[in-house]
């Protein structure tokens, strides 16, 4: 069997279950399912796992019936698919170049993170949904002064942190030994 065969099989199943609801009913019932199960069995709020089980079935069951929940749900997850893959590229890379002593890492890690969060919650329409349609436009306009607004709110963290730094790590309280 040659490869190319292989792979448009292959395709041709996933085109199929495609079809048959899979992605966008089958698997976003079972992540609902599984979630809601999850919270109510953790907060433990019913003592029968029954009615945790049924109510989390029957949350699932509504939350598919909206086609724009499940639709959320398959362009969330494939651009949170495509920013782990490029988080996973940028942690190889950092990996090269910072040293893990410093933990500069992690901060980087951190900023680059929350913002592949945002590029992934943009991407899947959320904004729009949350905002209004002319959110994006209203973005592409301010962007520079939330650019700015960042970077200075960062400024002030780092010296605020840095200034802490120095007067836990300096003195004793003025008294000479």
Request: charged letters at 5%; hydrophobic letters at 55%.
């Given at each position: 069997?040659?490869?190319?065969?292989?792979?448009?099989?292959f395709?041709?199943?996933?085109?199929?279950?495609?079809?048959?609801?899979?992605f966008?009913?089958?698997?976003?019932?079972?992540?609902?399912?599984?979630?809601?199960?999850?919270?109510?069995?953790?907060?433990?709020?019913?003592?029968?796992?029954?009615?945790?089980?049924?109510?989390?079935?029957?949350?699932?069951?509504?939350?598919?019936?909206?086609?724009y929940?499940?639709g959320?749900?398959?362009?969330?997850?494939?651009?949170?698919?495509l920013?782990?893959?490029?988080?996973?590229?940028?942690v190889?890379?950092?990996?090269?170049?910072?040293?893990e002593?410093?933990?500069?890492?992690?901060?980087i890690?951190?900023?680059?993170?929350?913002?592949?969060f945002?590029?992934v919650?943009?991407?899947?329409?959320?904004?729009?949904?949350?905002?209004?349609?002319?959110?994006?436009?209203?973005?592409?306009?301010n962007?520079?002064?939330?650019?700015?607004?960042?970077?200075?709110g960062?400024?002030i963290v780092?010296?605020?942190?840095?200034?802490?730094?120095?007067?836990?790590a300096?003195?004793?309280?003025?008294?000479?030994?």
């Amino acid at each position: 069997m040659d490869s190319i065969g292989f792979i448009g099989g292959f395709r041709d199943v996933v085109t199929q279950m495609g079809q048959f609801g899979v992605f966008d009913v089958l698997l976003p019932l079972v992540f609902v399912f599984t979630l809601v199960f999850a919270i109510l069995e953790k907060i433990n709020i019913f003592q029968n796992k029954g009615v945790s089980l049924v109510l989390s079935l029957i949350i699932a069951f509504f939350t598919i019936s909206n086609a724009y929940i499940s639709g959320f749900f398959m362009y969330l997850f494939s651009n949170l698919g495509l920013g782990i893959a490029i988080l996973l590229v940028l942690v190889i890379l950092l990996g090269f170049g910072l040293n893990e002593q410093t933990g500069a890492w992690k901060y980087i890690f951190g900023i680059v993170g929350g913002a592949l969060f945002l590029v992934v919650l943009g991407r899947s329409g959320t904004f729009s949904m949350l905002f209004g349609p002319n959110f994006s436009f209203w973005l592409q306009q301010n962007a520079a002064w939330i650019i700015m607004i960042l970077v200075v709110g960062l400024a002030i963290v780092g010296v605020y942190l840095a200034v802490g730094r120095t007067n836990t790590a300096g003195g004793h309280g003025g008294g000479h030994p």
